[in-house]
């Protein structure tokens, strides 16, 4: 199916997804406050780490290390929390979960450099000189573009879009390690082992590497970036669509049509299409397909130069300062496209059908909160349940909190929220934005047969 059809089946989402549910509350502590418990937040990561990878002759000391620090943490977090409810202030815990994570000191150089590592795949690197370890840096997840002869190698690639702009200092530039076993725009058969083998390489050049990344250096975990060159735009979207609470903006230097890759979960979900005469028609195609979703998730620029679009560093660089993330937005689609990978920001799919079944039949989870009426609106299909990671940012948890489920009331519900359960969602996925203190999970209702028609057609039954 291409692109003209894909148009006609995407549901246009009213609301922007990327906006605040409510005004920004005021902080309950002081900054000093604030610094101390993002200090002991720091410790106790830092020894839940070290515990995570001892061996067993270290373990029980590692373990006591551990305990001792979330104990600190604890009796510190009760004694600023008595008559201040920090757990229920996302100013505070944006504060003291920021930059939360300790990293060793690095010095950059601005040179592209190869970094082998043990258990993460080989990346290439730019790392800007004035990285500090314990700055969180943007970064730009790079994906080389691709000509006959396969990929471009990596020196040639950076020499070609990023080196010789200004910019690219402010930014830690990743070139994953691509053979041309790899390749990205082909769409793959998922129902087909080669296919997810094939599928399974791709995640692993995207995530293995910035998963190896993350564990280095001190990224901006609000502001990653995917820049995408020629063999590799289509599966942009496919890859964003994985996951699009992590990317704050993607950026594709040749677009091409993703064929019928379902594209609703992607709104508001900043994307940068550089267009050229070679690639016009499509590039305004998928603009209109992204906007459909909600206004502004497309920007179309005139690229400047031959391809890869070199002259057009500053204006990508430029465009990249003007978008965060926002993992705490209002408004949640996940229509996924893949049989596992069935999340969106703070909404995620249980049990749910199967890709296989017909296009019209394939899962679909919509959630919009709204704190003023402090609910959760949910229309779904082909999904049994779902869980929602909850968070005072578009919800007050002090209150009952009502959910309509493809137009049902359910009963009212509360919810307590919970310090170990926001420090595990911070910690588990390394992420500083997972500030949720709570989740709740929701069986959808079951349509009841109605009982009053007869089986065999539908007349009432005789009384």
Known sequence: MSLSITLSLTVCLLSPQDQPATETPAALLAKGDQESLRSKVQDYFKARTANQSADDARREGTRKREEAAKDKLRKDWDGKSAKKNILGNAVDLRAIFTNCFEFERQYGTGDLRNIKTKDWPTYDLVLPKKYRADVPMPTVLVLRGQDDKGWTSPLDWYAATWKSA??????????????????????????????????????????????????????????????????????????????????????????????????????????????????????????????????????????????????SASDIAAWCHGRARNLLRPHVVVANTHDVMKRAFWASMGTAESLTVPVDQRPRLEVVADRGANKVTVTCRGVSDFTLLLSDAFLDLDKEITAIINGKAQPPFKVDRSLNKLLDNVFKKRDPGMLFSTEKTFVVPVEKADKSKDAKGDSPTPK
Request: charged content about 25%; glycine content about 10%; hydrophobic content about 45%.
């Open 166 to 311: 200004v910019e690219a200092g402010d930014f830690t530039l990743v070139l994953p390690a691509l053979d041309n076993a790899i390749d990205f725009d082909p769409v793959v058969d998922l129902t087909k082992p080669e296919g997810e083998a094939a599928d399974l390489a791709r995640r692993l050049a995207v995530w293995g590497t910035l998963g190896g990344l993350g564990q280095a250096l001190n990224l901006d975990r609000d502001r990653i970036y995917l820049d995408c060159g020629k063999g590799s735009g289509g599966y942009a979207f496919r890859i964003a669509t994985y996951a699009p609470h992590f990317f704050a903006g993607v950026v594709i230097r040749y677009p091409t049509d993703p064929g019928d890759l379902r594209l609703d979960s992607l709104a508001g979900v900043p994307f940068l299409l550089l267009r050229s005469p070679e690639t016009k028609d499509v590039c305004d195609r998928l603009a209109e397909a992204l906007n459909k979703l909600a206004a502004g998730t497309a920007t179309v620029l005139d690229a400047k130069g031959a391809y890869p679009h070199a002259d």
